[in-house]
């Protein structure tokens, strides 16, 4: 399942020919490791579509961030992932954290005014292998940090670059003391 920013989102098939899964800008995908009839589209400006179905038809398809109070607006790019603990859980960025624990039927703010403003969006988003209650979330230049499931967040970017854009976490597999970051430029 691959976004492709202009032509919607694609989905190669069991006979290796690509369909089409969703329209629109295709942005990020994800799969549920679980139950691959789950699948995920986003679309620009935070948009995320879940299909039941694998996106095998046209029909089962759900605008899941529709579900989100006051439905926000995101970044073009806006991150979600699925916690690696639990594939109906999901954790999206758009000015603030948001958490669904029942595959985005219904989400819960788990941050509040983390960016400082509306319009500055997360960039960033990741949930640890090791335990789904910890979480990090960034903007270009700032990334926050909580291991309590989004209870508290506080700021880690001391001592990190703060000339170059962050736009990228990958969260160790093993290790939840280890972080690794990515920087434009």
Known sequence: LAGHQ??????????????NANG?????CQIDQTNSNYMYAGVQYGKIV?????FSSGFGSTTISDNIS????GAWLTPYVLDPNNQSV?????????????RGNSWTKISTNLTGSSTNYLRS???SAVSGNLIYAATFYGIWKSANGGTTWYSVKNG???SSAITGICLHPTDSSIAWLTYSG
Not at 90 to 102: C, F, L, P, Q, S
Request: aromatic residues 6%; proline residues 4%; glycine residues 10%.
């Open 24 to 28: 629109g800008d295709g942005m990020n």
């Open 70 to 73: 006051g439905i926000p607006k």
């Open 125 to 127: 988003i990741a949930v």
């Open 90 to 102: 999901i954790v999206a960025g758009y000015a603030d954290v948001y958490k669904t624990t029942n």
């Open 160 to 162: 990190l670059p703060s």
């Open 50 to 54: 879940r299909s039941s179905n694998a």
């Open 6 to 19: 202009d032509n919607g989102t694609q989905l190669k098939n069991a006979s290796n020919v690509w369909t």
